[in-house]
């Protein structure tokens, strides 16, 4: 007769109503391991132990060997034989025996080895090699377990780095299955990172490399394995994986402790980091040594090193770990290094920065001013990976305090397969492919992504998007960012979700559609910021990008964009702003565009340059930016005035990166160029001087263009100057023609191409200049004897635009 299944007695259901009252699973663990062990011996006495009494033995192995026995886990047998395993009399018990154990309702996974075999590590296979490990008597000829036992520490110890070797490769392997992330919302908590495969791992690990042990993980395991134990029970299988049904019943078990669904995952997530932490740890300290090439590499990468930073076996360590705590901007450096460089921390420099956790977080919870050097960092190449480096070690709760709130926290978003730290660092490293796109579709999305102005505000808002406004404007507070700054990153929060339920709520070819899209961006610089953004969270989503999403998205940028540069020249102020003081009439007339895209701050002072100018009908002013120089003129217009302007400020030998020219209903015109001055004259005061002289001179007509350029070298053509593109819209606006010019840029680009429609006797109504990288964007709205252009002057302005470029 058939033997009683093991999980119809009632010492099994004993065991699971006591774990559904404490939730302790180690007695769990430990229990079933003494059930199972008492059924396999007497198992074993009834057929191998009658049959074969001597040249046999039986050894639990795997989790089962370490006594750690799950309710519906698999149970690792081993029957080692000192004798030949092809003999029929051999054959018959040990069907017996597994017969016997499988009626018993055991999962066995099983297999016969002899001596030999076991000691022979070029024929085994990993699952037995790692079942080895674990190994523990159970029933037998005892002598038999005695000469494997002489033996093996021997064959272990002599092939010790090879077995590390495999153990780590294949662990990382199931890491990248998993994304290389413990943050899921559905954690696997037996293969996925941080669950009790790592945790059998660092045991391994440690036990072949003493030299590499890290500190006790029981609390973390106790805590992993009982969610385990849970998920086995209520599914009545070997069940690992945590979502949302299961997580909301573990939430309302009693050993819970009345948590909901959301703490109850935040808890275990945050003892599966760190399990994983300490499971990378372990691997890299056990890897074997590199050779050849990569070695190669690595001491190409070693003079990366500096005063403060020396880079050995291809990572980062800190020349002066003593410092650390006396010095909290180190962590700024240290972000900064691994940005740039693409380095990682060593383990022990990730030990020591954390150490010192507690004394960066005192320091940076205060307002100091470090924007200027964040926003240096994010926009470099691996900024990501440094960000996940810091999140890692717990450092950037320690650099922004709203970190900590968000950490391991559910994100309660349709698609949403993370937590809402993990979506956050997954849409910052989407940024850092998208520059790398080799994908047609995606290379549109990294044009664009290279047009942005400011990406450090891009990756920023991507950062703190799920602390909210409030968080977020807390923390640029606290770091000093300029109020414009700050204006874009509150509008990509506030605006997180609209573009993309935009596409699906609304159609793209509806014209209704473009203006809405067009109002919710106000200018054509935030309508990219959001693009990429939009396009950075859908990506870091559990669905990832679809190629049919990213057209949609695509399509709808274009759309607006369409709209916002249409309304360059159709839509004007048609009243000033009521908070404006002074001669705020003066903005009538200008494109709508100009409120979206200027502060109040920028209209008064503007206002203010027009009241300056209305004696002598000109003013100008210059200002100092971050690494570049702006210039506004106020002037009444006249011909060719925008291509002067454009060639007096390139006679200066300073490069024109953007540029505005709107006209006001009376014919005053407002021009704005921003420019770098590599050659830093103009931080000569009596240059500066000469300079903003010359540009009034040539605003009120008084300077001869020709004899100002009689000198000036004519430009050279580029070997590579890319292909340049000139389009016009003749149906955006009922008065003039758009013309939109894209081209490598070169130094009196701007003037050459105004120079163009002034020959023509064309006039220039709005002119929106970008320039990014090598590359000119610039877009005209021309008219000829007030009226659009015709055809025939199209074609030859094309010819002539294109010579020009």
């Given amino acids: 007769m058939a033997p009683e299944k093991l999980q119809s007695t009632g010492e099994w259901e004993a065991i699971r109503r006591a774990f559904f009252t404490t939730g302790r699973a180690a007695d769990v663990l430990s229990s079933l391991t003494c059930v199972i062990d008492a059924t396999a011996i007497a198992a074993y006495a009834a057929t191998i132990g009658a049959g074969a009494p001597q040249f046999a033995a039986a050894l639990a192995a795997g989790a089962y060997g370490r006594r750690e026995t799950f309710p519906f886990s698999g149970t690792d047998l081993l029957i080692l034989l000192d004798t030949d395993p092809e003999s029929p009399a051999l054959k018959d018990v040990l069907a017996a025996f597994t017969r016997l154990l499988r009626e018993a309702g055991l999962r066995l996974n099983y297999s016969v080895r002899t001596v030999a075999e076991c000691l022979d590590v070029r024929e085994q296979n990993p699952e037995l090699l790692m079942g080895l490990l674990d190994r523990r008597f159970l029933a037998g000829d005892e002598a038999v377990q005695a000469r494997l036992e002489t033996r093996l520490p021997a064959v272990l110890a002599r092939h010790g780095a090879a077995i590390r070797q495999r153990l780590c490769r294949a662990a990382r392997a199931r890491h990248t299955q998993f994304e290389n992330t413990p943050h899921r919302l559905d954690p696997d908590v037996k293969e996925g990172p941080g669950g009790l495969l790592d945790l059998r791992l660092i045991d391994w690990l440690a036990r072949l490399n003493p030299d590499s042990a890290g500190p006790p993980l029981g609390e973390h395991a106790a805590a992993i394995s009982a969610v385990r134990c849970f998920l086995h029970y209520r599914a009545g299988a070997d069940c690992n994986i945590l979502d949302r049904e299961p997580l909301d019943d573990l939430a309302r078990q009693p050993f819970a402790g009345g948590k909901s669904s959301g703490e109850c995952l935040r808890e275990l997530l945050g003892h599966a980091r760190a399990v994983f932490h300490e499971a990378r740890r372990a691997i890299e300290a056990s890897e074997k040594t590199q050779s050849g090439l990569i070695e190669s590499f690595r001491e190409y990468r070693a003079r990366l090193s500096n005063g403060e930073f020396t880079v050995s076996r291809d990572r980062l360590l800190l020349r002066n770990p003593a410092h650390i705590e006396g010095d909290p901007e180190l962590l700024l450096r240290v972000f900064d290094f691994m940005a740039r460089h693409g380095i990682q921390a060593a383990s022990e420099t990730t030990r020591r920065l954390s150490a010192a956790a507690p004394a960066f977080a005192a320091y940076f919870s205060r307002p100091h001013p470090v924007w200027p050097a964040l926003k240096t960092v994010l926009p470099l190449p691996h900024a990501g990976m440094a960000l996940r480096a810091l999140e890692d070690a717990c450092l950037l709760a320690a650099l922004f305090p709203e970190w900590g709130a968000i950490e391991n926290l559910s994100l309660d978003e349709p698609g949403a397969g993370y937590t809402a730290d993990e979506h956050s660092l997954r849409s910052i490293e989407c940024v850092a492919k998208l520059r790398s796109a080799s994908d047609a579709s995606l290379q549109r999305f990294a044009e664009l992504l290279a047009e942005i102005d400011q990406p450090a505000l891009l990756v920023f808002a991507l950062l703190c998007q799920a602390m909210g406004i409030e968080g977020a404007s807390a923390a640029m507070e606290r770091i000093a960012m300029p109020q414009e700054d700050r204006a874009h990153v509150e509008f990509l929060l506030a605006h997180r979700n609209d573009l993309a339920g935009a596409l699906v709520a609304r159609d793209t070819e509806d014209p209704a559609a473009a203006r809405s899209l067009a109002e919710l961006a106000g200018t054509v610089e935030r309508l990219k910021l959001l693009a990429i953004f939009t396009y950075a969270n859908a990506a870091a989503g559990a669905d990832s990008m679809a190629p049919w999403r990213a057209e949609q998205l695509w399509r709808a940028c274009s759309i607006a964009r369409e709209e916002l540069t249409r309304e360059l020249e159709t839509e004007r102020i048609e009243q000033a ?44 002013q210059i200002e100092r930016l971050e690494g570049a120089w702006r210039l506004s003129i106020i002037a009444r217009d006249r011909p060719a005035l925008f291509a002067s302007l454009a060639a007096t400020i390139s006679s200066f030998d300073v490069n024109i990166l953007k540029a505005e020219a709107f006209c006001n209903a009376k014919g005053i015109v407002l021009d704005t160029f921003v420019f770098a001055d590599p050659q830093r004259l103009l931080l000569n005061p009596s240059e500066t001087d000469r300079f903003t002289d010359l540009v009034e001179r040539m605003a009120l007509g008084r300077t001869d263009l020709r004899r100002l350029l009689r000198h000036r070298a004519p430009p050279q053509p580029k070997k590579h100057a890319g292909t340049a593109q000139v389009r016009f819209d003749s149906q955006t606006s009922d008065a003039a023609t758009l013309v939109e010019i894209s081209t490598e840029d070169r130094p009196g680009l701007l003037y050459s191409l105004a120079s163009v429609f002034s020959a023509a006797a064309c006039n220039i109504d709005v002119v929106l200049i970008d320039t990014k990288g090598h590359r000119a964007m610039d877009v005209f709205y021309v008219s000829h004897d007030g009226r659009k252009l015709a055809p025939e002057l199209e074609a030859s302005l094309k010819e002539n635009l294109l010579a020009a470029c």
């Fill in 577 to 620: 702003p009521a908070d404006l003081a002074g001669q705020a009439d003066f903005l009538k007339g200008f494109p709508v565009r100009y409120l979206r895209a200027h502060s109040l701050a920028e209209l008064a002072g503007h206002v203010r340059l027009y009241e300056r100018s209305r004696p002598t009908g000109v003013a100008v």
